[in-house]
């Protein structure tokens, strides 16, 4: 079944503790990214990457960092979270850029930051 | 920056059609989206029209695509309690997608 897994779903941590929150598709997709969505604001771009070691910023990059070292894999790292990266974060994958009417979407990460 | 707004809230009684409205300001946008999302899961991409047409209709879903005006909307007929969800309408150019902020539909029995 072609889909984009995160892990984990759901998480609590406190202000300064290095979390990574993982993505994972399986349909070969080049283009993956992603995004934080708050209430009243939809869905933001955080980060994209166009191919393996190709990576770039969205609108809301700061406080992340991300890494492509294999195409299937695109991990969101938040060396030192804050509250006010408490949000519902969602990868996604198309074949490539903006082929957005193709992009999977993942389940979506829940992040709690006290 | 480029806009896409949607009012947040729309409540309809089973049966009822559904019209949920957008509108953007970016006139460079090439393919428009409409986007559901379920409690606790990920966007489903439920359709989306290219800048060029007018109308665009899949069983239930009709969309409609004022182009002067930027408006963009999603009807729903027969709207069913499984409608309900969280509507996002998006828009994309060659370089990026931009997402409303949703709107919540409730369907009451």
């Known amino acids: 079944e072609a889909q984009v897994t995160q892990n984990p779903r759901y998480l609590i941590t406190v202000t300064g503790k290095k979390l990574t929150v993982t993505c994972s598709q399986n349909m070969n997709h080049e283009y993956m990214s992603w995004y934080r969505q708050d209430p009243g604001l939809g869905l933001r771009q955080i980060y994209y990457?166009?191919?393996?070691?190709?990576?770039d910023k969205g609108d809301v990059p700061e406080g992340y960092k991300v890494s492509r070292k294999e195409k299937r894999n695109f991990p969101l790292i938040l060396e030192s979270p804050s509250p006010n990266q408490t949000s519902l974060y969602f990868c996604a994958s198309s074949p490539a850029e903006g082929l957005y009417n193709e992009q999977f979407f993942g389940p979506g990460t829940r992040l709690t930051v006290l | 920056g480029e806009d896409v707004e949607q009012s947040l809230f729309l409540s309809v009684r089973e049966g009822d059609s559904s019209v949920i409205n957008c509108t953007y300001t970016?006139?460079?946008?090439?393919?428009l989206y409409w986007y559901k999302q379920e409690p606790g899961a990920g966007l489903q991409l439920l359709t989306y029209?290219?800048?060029?047409?007018d109308m665009k209709q899949d069983q239930r879903l009709t969309v409609l695509l004022n182009k002067k005006d930027k408006h963009l909307s999603l009807r729903i007929a027969d709207t069913q309690t499984g409608d309900s969800a969280i509507y996002f309408c998006?828009?994309?150019?060659?370089?990026?997608?931009?997402f409303g902020a949703g709107t919540r539909l409730t369907v009451k029995p």
């Open positions: 990457s166009m191919n393996v070691e190709v990576t």
């Open positions: 029209i290219f800048s060029n047409m």
């Open positions: 998006a828009e994309s150019n060659n370089n990026d997608m931009r």
């Open positions: 970016d006139s460079s946008s090439t393919y």
